[in-house]
C-alpha cells in the first residue's frame, strides 16, 4: 500500500504531507511520491518492531509505538483512508515477523503458521515463545479497537 499521509515531526513543525510505502513488512516513507520512484527516502520502520494503536480521539490518527524509542504518529486524509492503513500495516505486521526475510513468506496462511512454528522450535535469546504472544496481543488489541469503533459508528447512524 502506498499514499500520502500527514507525519507527526515536532512541536515547531506539526503535521509534515509525507509519501509513504509499505512494502514486505517495512514502512518507508518520501518526501513525495516523486522521490519514492527516485529512491530519495526519508526513513524506513520494520513494522513489527511497533505497537500499532488506534487513537480514540483523532479518527483520522494512527499510533506506531516502539518501546524506549521514538514514536510515529500518523494522520489520514478521513476515516476511511486511516481504516485501510490499519488494515495493511496489521496484516503486513502479522505477515512478516521479526526474524523472517520477506523471501522466506507469501500470503499462504499454512507457510506463516509453517514460519512460526519453525521459530518457536528454533528460538533462543529474544526470540522466545513470548515474543509471538506479545506479537499476538497486539494484533487482537488493534483489531478489537477496530470494531469497537465500527460499532460506536453505527449506532450514532
Known sequence: MEG???KW??????WQLRYFVLKDGILSYFNTENDSKNGDCKGSYKIFMFDIIVNKSDKTRVDLILSNEN?????ASDYK???KWLVALASQKAIYPSNALPSQLNDSNENTSKLLSQNENSMSGTYDSTYFLKLKQSELKLYCDLLSQQITIQFQL
Open 4 to 6: 500520502y499521509l500527514q
Open 9 to 14: 515531526t515536532n512541536y515547531l513543525k506539526g
Open 71 to 75: 514514536n510515529l504518529y500518523l494522520k
Open 81 to 83: 483512508e486511516r481504516q
